[in-house]
């Protein structure tokens, strides 16, 4: 049984304790960063989408990915031990079936409390977020983009765009327009800090000028554009691009 009251506030980035009943696949990281067993996941979950289609089933599966890395950036910012667990050998990601779309969660095996202190420095904070995307998150992005047959800096693009979602969140539970803005600021600031190299790139993927606009829905809100799309529209006829789409 998992230590519930440890993940209480990064529940949000859809990490859980324990196994889920109705997990239809639960793999270890390790095994998804080797491209056969990425392929078996995505192949189910495209069927599970109602697609044949592995490069939507990639994409969306990065979004829920993007989950793990908000849990990190959180974690590093608040000095909380947990963000040690955030290993690739202590980790599973699980596809669940609901009733409606299937959603992803990721299992922590061992909880227990690792070493890190942050003293406040913003070079700390982007040097371990760094060992982070590149001993974790790109190993898993690399058999994702060779399975789905995907540019991997597509695949960091849709990381970002939920990372970007988290931010947005917490900036509107801020106190304070100088709150919000430090938010963002330290954000920006750690994503802005990593090398090409951390991702296997030749640029920094994360490295995004955030851009708005007014979404033509109402109330006609200013909302930010997507890295990316989301692809989401080919999954429902009539479902249409998001407000926030850069197609449109």
């Known amino acids: 049984m998992g230590d519930t009251g440890k993940l209480q506030g990064i529940e949000r980035f859809y990490i859980c304790p324990e196994t ?86 990721f299992l922590i095996h061992d909880q227990g409390e690792g070493a890190y202190d942050q003293d406040g420095n913003g070079k700390e904070l982007s040097r371990e977020l760094g060992l982070f995307y590149s001993s974790v998150v790109r190993p898993v992005i690399a058999a994702l983009a060779e399975a789905s047959q995907t540019r991997a800096v597509m695949l ?28 963002h600021s330290q954000f920006q600031a750690a994503l802005w800090e990593l090398e090409p190299e951390v991702f296997g790139l030749r640029s920094n993927p994360l490295r995004i000028t955030p851009k708005f606009r007014t979404d033509p829905d109402p109330p006609h809100h200013t909302i930010s554009v997507k890295a990316t799309c989301c692809l989401a529209y080919k999954l429902r006829a009539d479902h249409g691009y998001c407000g926030g789409c850069p197609i449109i």
Not at 32 to 45: D, I, K
Not at 54 to 66: N, Y
Not at 170 to 176: I, K, P, V
């Open 20 to 105: 889920a009943k109705n997990a239809v696949i639960t793999l270890p990281l390790t095994e998804l960063c080797m491209p056969a067993q990425a392929e078996h996941l995505l192949t189910t979950y495209a069927s599970m989408l109602g697609t044949e289609d592995k490069r939507i089933a990639a994409a969306i599966l990065c979004s829920w990915i993007a989950g793990i890395c908000g849990a990190k950036y959180a974690l590093l910012t608040a000095a909380d031990p947990l963000a040690d667990a955030l290993r690739l050998d202590n980790l599973s990601v699980q596809l669940i079936r609901t009733e409606g779309y299937p959603e992803f969660a």
């Open 156 to 183: 960091w693009k849709q990381i970002y765009n939920q990372l970007y979602t988290f931010i947005e969140e917490d900036a509107l539970d801020a106190s304070s327009t100088c709150s919000r803005n430090q938010i």
